[in-house]
């Protein structure tokens, strides 16, 4: 069975598709475009981007992957920190609106914390939402104690997405973050849950407990680490591929699911957090 999370009154698969590094290269976009529709087919229907990303140039393939096909995707994506007030938020927001050609987003994240108040950041999502530009709003890289004063103030508690860094060698938010999102219905977005981050590798691919549950299982390693990021009640994970063979397997980790002895033996080699860890960013 597919797993899948809740976004206030949506309903979306578990896995979706990040979009970091994308639009960088013009000989890449027919590759990538392809990639975000191969997934959309096969149920990855959260596509999430960021005005950040390629500056813009990632919001630009998506949009050329969502044309005639808007309605079949739930569109995330984010404003810069410096971006967050009242009237640059609006006009940031536009200008992601026509680089995804389109007239609405589906949830609409502040990327990182920054010098603009929550509460003139939470006015801003407010006035986007009535204005029907964004139908719901977040936060990104928020750890609990950021969170704690947003939903202190006014309007706060609308907020239904926290994304953050979650991947099975980064544990800390298991500890105090996941479960105080639980309780307040604000889904978690993990990303980089191959433990990737962009560029960047890590050595969880090669790992020998890993490798050995993978082949246990006939799935690769990769659909194990999105399998266990999304075995958590309210969490999706948004791994970036660019190619359509990547998707495929990462679409087919939504009705993955991993026994309590397969968990015990992850949970020896990546042991859970057993006190307060600062949130991982990248
Ligand atoms: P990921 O952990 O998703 O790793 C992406 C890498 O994994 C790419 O190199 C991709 O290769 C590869 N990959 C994808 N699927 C597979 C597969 N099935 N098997 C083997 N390799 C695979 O890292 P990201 O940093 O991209 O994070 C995911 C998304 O999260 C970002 O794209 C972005 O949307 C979001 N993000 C948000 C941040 C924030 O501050 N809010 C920060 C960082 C990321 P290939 O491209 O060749 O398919």
């Known amino acids: 069975m597919t797993k899948s999370v809740l976004f206030s009154d949506c309903s979306v698969p578990a896995i979706g598709q990040g979009t970091w590094y994308m639009g960088e290269e013009s000989s890449k976009r027919a590759q990538e475009v392809a990639a975000l529709q191969a ?15 390629a500056e813009g140039g990632a919001e630009e393939v998506v949009g050329e992957a969502l044309r005639g096909r808007r309605d079949s995707a739930f569109l995330v994506s984010k404003v810069y920190p410096w971006n967050a007030g009242v009237v640059d938020a609006a006009e940031a927001c536009e200008r992601s609106l026509r680089r995804l050609q389109t007239d609405y987003l589906d949830l609409y994240l502040l990327h990182w914390r920054g010098n603009v108040p929550l509460e003139e950041t939470i006015t801003a999502m407010e006035k986007l939402q009535q204005a029907g530009k964004i139908r719901r709003w977040g936060v990104s890289n928020f750890d609990s104690s950021d969170l704690s ?5 006014e309007g706060g508690a609308a907020c239904t997405a926290n994304q953050v860094l979650y991947h099975l060698a980064s544990r800390g938010i298991e500890y105090d973050l996941l479960p105080e999102c639980q309780q307040q219905a604000i889904t978690v977005m993990a990303y980089c849950p191959l433990a990737q981050a962009g560029r960047l590798r890590h050595d969880l691919m090669t790992h020998p407990v ?50 309590s002895e397969e968990l015990a033996q992850i949970n020896q080699a990546f042991p859970p957090p057993n006190r307060k860890m600062p949130l991982d960013i990248v």
């Open 149 to 153: 004063e947003l939903l202190a103030e």
């Open 210 to 259: 890993l490798n050995d549950i993978a082949q246990q299982k006939s799935i690769t390693v990769a659909q194990l680490l999105l399998a266990w990021v999304i075995r958590k009640e309210g969490v999706i994970a948004i791994p970036k591929a660019s190619t359509v063979q990547h998707v495929t397997e990462n679409a087919a980790a939504t009705a993955i699911t991993l026994d």
């Open 39 to 53: 997934g959309l087919e096969q149920g990855l229907k959260l596509i999430d981007t960021a005005e950040m990303y």
